[in-house]
């Protein structure tokens, strides 16, 4: 993983390791084959060990860095709107053709901070289960994968 890659519409802050083996290599697979304008930057901010309360904030501090006033920030949390292929494409093309980019953020191993969470302007889950962080970033990767496929017609998704 880089940070930042390209200069697409569309970003993912992830939390957590920069690098570990299969899951980030298919992560990274998965973000190369994503075409506009579904293509996407990754931007990565270290996660702090086990600090509790405290780290978090200072995770969020870091994520909310890279995060415009304009942007279109969706915070991936549990508590989020859990989609369907299709209805998440439908989500997603809508905002990617309005005026704000779109950011998607990913908590590390502690989860996501109240002051990132109260800045998002949607909530998405992958899924009621809790997931460990490196699958949360290849679910979300193949998703955005997946929806860039139906737009174009391709194979790859079928209902």
Known sequence: MKSPVGGGRVRVI???RASG??????????????RPPWAWDWVVVPAKSHGGPAARRQEAAAALGHVRPTDFLIALDERGRQWTTRELHRW???LLAGPRPLVLVIGGPDGLDGSLTARADAAWSLSSLTWP??????????????????DRGHPYHRD
């Open 14 to 16: 992830t939390i957590g």
């Open 133 to 150: 962080h490196e699958l949360a970033i290849l679910m979300v990767a193949e998703q955005l994968y997946r929806v860039s496929t139906v």
């Open 92 to 94: 997603l093309s809508g």
């Open 21 to 34: 083996g299969e899951w980030a290599a298919a992560a990274e697979a998965y973000r190369r084959r994503t």
